[in-house]
């Protein structure tokens, strides 16, 4: 496994601010701080709760379309990167039966970038609760099928349906391939179908995508060839993560890219994906898949959670990732360590913090400008 050191990885050894990113809610630097007030150009790869919630914090600092007078927002452009392999739910019953690709990640995407308080939002989002043919279907599920089928370009869809939303930045598969994920697990088995990956008892070795060759939407890679700043997770290691990963040309797009690029590590294990797995291992686990370094920074929770939470969590044989911040930087990533977790029904990331600190690493380290 190729890796960089901090010696080679300039980036990696940038200070964002003498202040933590992560001590405040959303704390990012100005110009006032020592670096570049430049609006950012931000790539945010991923799937899942994760990206969605990532993408909640980021859309409040993204400027408005049309927005007069408005202080200027610290991000110019925005574009979620969004796994496509979901084949369960509402999801895996519209790509059986109208051989597309499943709406249900990027439908979470586009809600989480317009204004939540919005009626429309709501709609998407809403689920049916009856009926044989409705019941369990999601109403923003449906209706991008509709506009899959009327326009016959599911990433035209994805567009003319986020302008209904008038969400703050763009959204992209991550590929337009009906693409398969497959596992080889650790008693040698292969296992096709994220569904069934996700429901198998063994530890996942490897993950691949059939067909080997999906192509990358152009959009996307002009995206991250252009970002200043570009985040990885957080979100499921291999069936949400890693899987964007896997379609042809994006890890060697990642390795040259010019912006900052940062993990943002989970909080907590997971079945059949990470139990046991370190910060560092998460990481690693990355790189094997990619060939190739394609991380400056990661950030990391290194705030305990309450005795309630871990007994929890230990019920389904998970627990805290642990933050070793040495391994992490010795592999050539700068470790970004902090309180990045908020504590409810469920563990999350704290989006305030979160974006906070990406903001200012960002900001320390803007790539070229055209």
């Known amino acids: 496994m190729n890796s960089a050191t901090p010696a080679n990885n300039p980036r990696a050894s940038q200070d964002p601010g003498s202040k933590d990113p992560s001590a405040d809610s959303e704390h990012a630097p100005s110009a006032g701080d020592g670096v570049q007030d430049?609006?950012?150009?931000?790539?945010?790869?991923?799937g899942g709760t994760g990206l969605s919630t990532l993408l909640r914090g980021l859309r409040r600092h993204v400027t408005a379309d049309g927005q007069a007078g408005a202080p200027p927002g610290r991000i110019s452009d925005l574009a979620a990167v969004v796994t496509v392999t979901d084949d369960g739910g509402s999801s895996g019953r519209l790509r059986k039966d109208f051989n597309m690709l499943p709406p249900g990640d990027l439908r979470n995407c586009m809600v989480a970038l317009s204004e939540e308080e919005d009626l429309?939002?709501?709609?998407?989002n809403h689920r049916f609760r009856a009926g044989d043919a409705l019941q369990g279907h999601n109403f923003g599920n449906l209706f991008v099928a509709a506009l899959t089928e009327i326009t016959g370009d599911f990433a035209h869809a994805i567009q003319l349906a986020s302008k209904i939303?008038?969400?703050?930045?763009?959204?992209?598969?991550?590929?337009?391939?009906?693409?398969?994920?497959?596992?080889?697990?650790?008693?040698?088995?292969?296992?096709?179908g994220e569904t069934n990956i996700t429901a198998s008892r063994h530890r996942i070795v490897e993950l691949m995508l059939d067909p080997p060759d999906a192509a990358p939407l152009k959009e996307t890679m002009d995206a991250i060839e252009r970002a200043d700043l570009i985040t990885v997770g957080p979100g499921s290691l291999y069936t949400s993560l890693i899987t964007n990963l896997l379609v042809e040309g994006v890890p060697e797009a990642l390795a040259r890219a010019r912006g900052m690029r940062v993990y943002i590590c989970n909080l907590m294990t997971q079945a059949n994906e990470s139990l046991g797995l370190a910060a560092s291992e998460h990481i690693e686990r990355i790189y094997e898949h990619t060939g190739a370094p394609i991380f400056d920074c990661a950030l990391v929770n290194i705030a305990p959670f309450s005795a309630e939470t871990l007994a929890r969590y230990a019920a389904e044989g998970a627990s805290p990732i642990i933050p070793d911040v040495d391994r992490i930087e010795a592999l050539g990533v700068r470790c970004i360590a902090g309180n990045f977790a908020s504590e409810e029904s469920v563990v999350r990331h704290?989006?305030?913090r979160v974006t906070g600190a990406l903001l200012a690493l960002g900001r320390a380290a803007p790539a070229q400008r055209d």
Not at 38 to 46: D, K, T, Y
Not at 120 to 124: A, D, P, V
Not at 168 to 188: H, S, W
């Open 120 to 124: 429309l939002s709501q709609l998407f």
């Open 165 to 192: 939303l008038a969400i703050r930045g763009c959204i992209y598969p991550v590929t337009t391939t009906n693409a398969t994920l497959v596992a080889r697990m650790d008693d040698g088995s292969l296992v096709r």
């Open 38 to 46: 430049l609006p950012l150009r931000v790539v945010a790869i991923g």
């Open 350 to 352: 704290a989006a305030g």
